[in-house]
């Protein structure tokens, strides 16, 4: 996890509650990215963003939002959380230049009962 | 969208046998990426690989972009090579990364 930080990284929580993930990197790469992997569909994009303050949809954004106030720190919330939510949530990042491969963070695992 | 399909789903083999993994992408790209995800979760970049061939110890992949395909070669496999191998393409470089994923090959290495 050379750099990244997923907090927590195990969350149980109920419908309707709100819940947010923490993603902190110190490597001061410009991207960052949300995905969430659940069995049958591989990884898939929720957000990511590509400066402060500078963030998109992924391909399943739909009840999710982001925010990154500080390059370090890119944070998903679920305003009301959902069974269809519950997953593992990878943060990761890239830089601008370069074979800008993708570095994953640890995961967080989140169950919504 | 973009569709990446991988095969085969599930590969069992024995310590010290070689082994391929292919990924089929539906449209021209210009990122490709190899992934392996151990068995406790942790998603590790193995080949940036948009053309050509790469090696790294004992793997190695190859892309052919008019194709449209991956080829991921494992030789002398490990117990510790067992886990999930993902590609993930996108159709531009540089930049924000929107990469799609195919749904992994669960590759199984007994000892």
């Known amino acids: 996890d050379a750099g990244i930080t997923q907090s927590p990284r195990h969350k149980v929580t109920e419908t309707g509650t709100p819940v947010t993930l923490r993603c902190h990197q110190t490597e001061n790469h410009r991207y960052m990215y949300w995905y969430r992997q659940d069995p049958g569909h591989g990884l898939r994009l929720i957000h990511y963003?590509?400066?402060?303050?500078?963030?998109d949809k992924g391909e399943v954004s739909d009840g999710y939002s982001v925010s990154r106030s500080k390059t370090e720190d890119f944070l998903l919330t679920l305003e009301s959380a959902t069974s269809s939510q519950t997953s593992v949530y990878f943060c990761?990042?890239?830089?601008?230049?370069?074979?800008?491969?993708?570095?994953f963070g640890a995961g967080s695992r989140l169950t919504v009962l | 969208g973009i569709q990446v399909e991988q095969s085969p789903p599930d590969l069992i083999l024995q310590e010290g046998a070689n082994s391929t993994l292919r990924c089929n992408f539906s449209?021209?790209?210009?990122?490709l990426q190899w992934f392996h995800q151990n068995p406790w979760g942790q998603l590790i970049n193995l080949f940036y690989i948009p053309s050509g061939t790469k090696q790294n110890g004992r793997l190695s992949a190859t892309t052919v972009a008019t194709e449209r395909y991956s080829l991921l070669y494992i030789s002398s496999s490990q117990t510790t090579d067992s886990g999930v191998y993902f590609c993930a393409v996108d159709l531009v470089s540089g930049g924000a990364q929107k990469l799609v994923f195919g749904q992994g090959t669960r590759l199984t290495i007994n000892p």
């Open positions: 963003s590509y400066g402060v303050k500078d963030t």
């Open positions: 449209d021209s790209v210009n990122n």
């Open positions: 990761a990042i890239s830089a601008q230049s370069g074979a800008n491969v993708l570095t």
